[in-house]
């Protein structure tokens, strides 16, 4: 089971899938790739119309 959330990215936005970890002490980690453009990007984690939801974010990292 996966629940899920989307991503945006400066024009662009993608739906991130999520799996269910079974209980708030086990943790996964998820990885999308977005092409940010030159300069200053808002990044934004929301629950778009398709989306699920019911999630909990601890971080997000930038490479």
Same mark, same amino acid.
């Given at each position: 089971? &996966?629940?899920?959330?989307? /991503?945006? =990215? *400066? #024009? !662009?936005?993608?739906?991130?899938?999520?799996?269910?970890?079974? +209980?708030?002490?086990?943790?996964?980690?998820? &990885?999308?790739?977005?092409? /940010?453009? =030159? *300069? #200053? !990007?808002?990044?934004?984690?929301?629950?778009?119309?398709?989306? +699920?939801?019911?999630?909990?974010?601890?971080?997000?990292?930038?490479?």
């Amino acid at each position: 089971m &996966t629940r899920t959330i989307s /991503l945006v =990215a *400066g #024009d !662009a936005q993608q739906q991130v899938q999520l799996p269910v970890s079974g +209980s708030w002490d086990t943790w996964s980690t998820v &990885t999308a790739a977005v092409n /940010l453009p =030159a *300069g #200053d !990007a808002l990044i934004t984690l929301a629950v778009g119309l398709g989306d +699920s939801g019911s999630v909990t974010i601890d971080s997000l990292t930038v490479d």
